[in-house]
């Protein structure tokens, strides 16, 4: 039996020796640095060894019941931390157990030493005693080794045939659809999803997803829709690489119903693994199933504790049979067919099981991706307060979209950091943190993650196109080219990968390589609306609005057409943004009264407030920002990127420079980054620029608009990216540098030589170049 730390000064665990009175941990000689609030969760821990101490008491013991911090938050981070000094991980922990929304354990063996407590763990045995008895302890462990290694030899080859075949944790696992053999319809398309979650549950096994199956039905020439027997499974686990493949059997016995599972192996179809349960009734299926899967679990390789670590009934999550299916029958139609269609089923299955938070959570994402943006922040709010019903990476999931949705960066950072440390080798939330960063304009710990993100998934083009972008925005375009490259040469390719394609193409100046990607795009629907958007934006940048007008125009049509009304929007209000930015005030005002009359979703919303107030119209955008405001308290890029932006243009417009550079100043810790996934960014610093000129501060001004210059990966094709040249010429002009005033003018009306020439902006910059000459 261990003894309590609380009864020792001096611990000591594996390499680790703990002195609790001067708080102070050693591994192997090395002290170990380690800060307050992780070593008070270690002498927490260490005082009650292999028992659970609760969350709660953590909380109780590390602050004061006025405290107002973000526990939740806090705890997570100082457990991290601790794990990180401990070196030990939590889905194989050695020290740290986390019991999931409990709490936590120390799983240690505690040994005896003579070290003294005020001596680091390297000081000398000299206590005779103490010696003969480390001798006596090195004889035994010789002794036992020996023993150990005689009998591992005898055993080895039984080892490995028990092994031989079983699943690790690098290989994957293709699920067919189950069979139902009862003639129940209620049973088709409901135990798939339920086996799914169960076993998607563990860190240890890998399932292959939905989305991917789908994808890799069409390459195979079939219907999305194609059922998924045994016979396809095995044609498509071999394309993928897939180590097994999992079926299951619902067959009824009188009025009890047997479940069966069995995972076979791809290659050569010998069994891995077999399990089944037996159900009194149909209420008891989910139950049936549930025990089923967790047997099969051990069967397949995974650790007893890591199932029972991982290990909540799906009968919690849901216990309708009638939900599930609806629930699986519209993730299925969101993969072939959009989120539009699949959302009538999903919101049948919480009107069925109002406690259904998996579903609210496909809710919020899917009514998110056509628009309804208000209505995605409520189903994810209510995904959020039903998160104790789900597993523990179901959890992870729901909590991210809720943070994405009401924009609470640091925590979904956070929450992105805690699902990489409960599940290392998921690629989600290495990639979701990526996109995270760079909204935050954090590009190099960015590009950190997406290449962790491509070597989990290397075969994902999204991640391809992600580590790409990455690299774009910090103006590595060469290796940007070779990872474009690569994912081609992989047979990898899809609208987003050809969305990068074409921008680094405008990047290096390369129009054959942008038609290529425009002519690739054509007639395949909900790519060739982007692509055409991007094309529109290159039009505006090299002051050919007209041909730009025609473009957005078909982009907005064929969207509306395809029934994407968000994207609809958002290619209208880009363009009213390119007139407001122009000098076109009135078709700037029409193409937001259009846009929002397309949709009202918060990313339309903000860019018609801006392109308001871009084009003087003070009271149409002072309504959009109260609308967001209220809408939105808590998002951290509305509050200190785009609203700050937003006041600032309406200040300049009312001559208030000061005013507009304090409005400026909180956004600048977030300036450079993408702040909108449809307009290429760096407004704050663009209109810092007009700030400094308005008050006539000719250098700074230029500090400002070369920021962007310099910055051509972030900026890329908007339209602003070009006029910060004639605004840089302004600012050198106003700082009595001639000479480079006349270049810049010089250089931007080069890069217009094609414009037309009834644009506001175009003549403005002919009559201040005309009285520089």
Request: hydrophobic residues 40%; aromatic residues 8%.
């Amino acid at each position: 039996m261990q003894v309590p730390a609380k009864e020792q000064q001096v611990v000591h665990f594996g390499p680790f020796t703990v002195d609790l009175a001067s708080r102070e941990v050693w591994k192997s000689g090395q002290r170990v640095r380690l800060q307050e609030k992780p070593f008070e969760i270690l002498s927490i821990l260490l005082e009650k060894p292999n028992q659970l101490v609760t969350r709660e008491e953590i909380q109780r013991r590390l602050w004061a019941s006025d405290t107002f911090v973000d526990f939740e938050h806090n705890i997570n981070t100082a457990v991290r931390k601790l794990r990180e000094a401990l070196g030990d991980v939590a889905e194989q922990s050695h020290f740290i157990e986390t019991l999931p929304r409990r709490g936590y354990r120390f799983v240690g063996t505690f040994e005896e030493e003579d070290f003294a407590p005020s001596n680091p763990p390297t000081a000398t045995l000299t206590n005779p005693t103490a010696r003969r008895r480390h001798l006596r302890v090195v004889f035994a462990t010789v002794v036992i080794a020996a023993i150990v290694f005689f009998v591992g030899m005898n055993l080895s080859e039984i080892r490995d045939k028990w092994v031989q075949g079983k699943i690790s944790e690098q290989d994957t696992i293709l699920l067919t659809d189950f069979v139902n053999k009862t003639g129940d319809p209620v049973f088709d398309d409901s135990l798939k999803p339920a086996l799914a979650a169960e076993l998607g549950q563990s860190p240890f096994l890998n399932l292959v997803s939905d989305r991917k199956v789908v994808s890799t039905l069409r390459l195979t020439g079939r219907d999305a829709n194609t059922a998924v027997n045994l016979d396809v499974a095995r044609e498509l686990c071999q394309r993928l690489g897939t180590k097994a493949v999992l079926s299951g059997t619902i067959s009824s016995l009188g009025s009890h119903y047997l479940i069966g599972l069995k995972a076979v192996a791809c290659t050569t179809g010998d069994s891995l693994a077999e399990e089944a349960a037996e159900a009194a009734s149909k209420e008891e299926v989910l139950k049936a199933l549930d025990q089923a899967s967790s047997s099969l679990r051990t069967k397949l390789g995974e650790s007893l504790p890591s199932v029972q670590k991982f290990d909540v009934p799906i009968e919690v999550t849901t216990s309708s049979l009638e939900a599930l299916k609806n629930y699986s029958v519209g993730l299925k139609i969101k993969y072939t067919k959009g989120d539009a269609l699949s959302l009538p089923f999903l919101e049948r299955a919480v009107e069925l099981d109002p406690n259904f938070a998996s579903a609210y959570s496909s809710l919020a994402i899917g009514v998110g991706n056509v628009g309804k943006t208000s209505l995605a922040v409520e189903y994810a709010t209510k995904a959020y307060q039903l998160r104790d019903r789900v597993t523990e990476r179901e959890k992870f999931g729901i909590s991210a979209s809720y943070f994405h949705e009401i924009g609470e960066l640091e925590k979904l950072e956070q929450t992105y950091r805690d699902w990489q440390e409960t599940y290392p080798r998921d690629f989600v939330p290495y990639g979701n943190l990526g996109i995270t960063y760079n909204q935050m304009g954090l590009y190099e710990k960015a590009l950190a993650q997406y290449r962790e993100a491509a070597r989990l998934r290397p075969d994902n083009v999204m991640n391809a196109g992600n580590l790409a972008s990455a690299y774009i925005f910090l103006n590595r375009f060469d290796e940007a080219q070779a990872t474009l490259d690569e994912a081609l040469a992989r047979k990898l390719d899809g609208g987003n990968l050809r969305a990068w394609i074409y921008t680094l193409a405008f990047l290096r100046d390369d129009k054959a390589l942008m038609d290529q990607q425009l002519a690739w795009g054509a007639g395949k629907p909900g790519d060739e609306e982007g692509l055409l958007a991007n094309q529109s934006d290159t039009e505006a940048y090299y002051g050919t609005l007209r041909k730009a007008r025609q473009l957005s125009r078909r982009a907005v049509d064929l969207s509306v057409r395809g029934e994407a009304r968000e994207a609809a929007a958002i290619w209208q209000v880009d363009a009213a943004l390119r007139e407001a930015e122009l000098g076109n005030f009135t078709a700037a005002r029409q193409g937001v009264a259009a846009a929002l009359a397309l949709s009202s979703g918060r990313d339309i919303k903000v860019l018609a407030a801006l392109a308001l107030a871009r084009s003087r119209d003070a009271a149409g955008a002072n309504v959009l920002i109260t609308d967001l405001e209220e809408a939105y308290p808590t998002h951290t890029m509305l509050k200190s990127y785009w609203l700050p932006t937003i006041k600032a243009v309406l200040e300049l417009n009312r001559g208030n420079s000061s005013k507009a550079l304090e409005y400026l100043q909180l956004a600048a810790p977030y300036e450079l980054g993408q702040a909108s996934m449809y307009v290429n960014n760096m407004y704050p610093v663009y209109v810092r620029g007009q700030a400094y000129l308005q008050a006539h501060d000719g250098p700074a001004a230029v500090a400002e608009y070369q920021k962007i210059l310099d910055h051509k990966g972030v900026q890329q094709n908007f339209v602003i990216a070009s006029l910060a040249r004639f605004q840089v010429a302004r600012a050198y002009a106003m700082a009595g540098d001639t000479a480079k005033a006349n270049a810049a003018y010089h250089d931007f009306l080069t890069l217009w030589k094609d414009a037309d020439p009834e644009i506001p902006v175009l003549k403005q910059v002919k009559a201040e170049y005309a009285k520089l000459q």
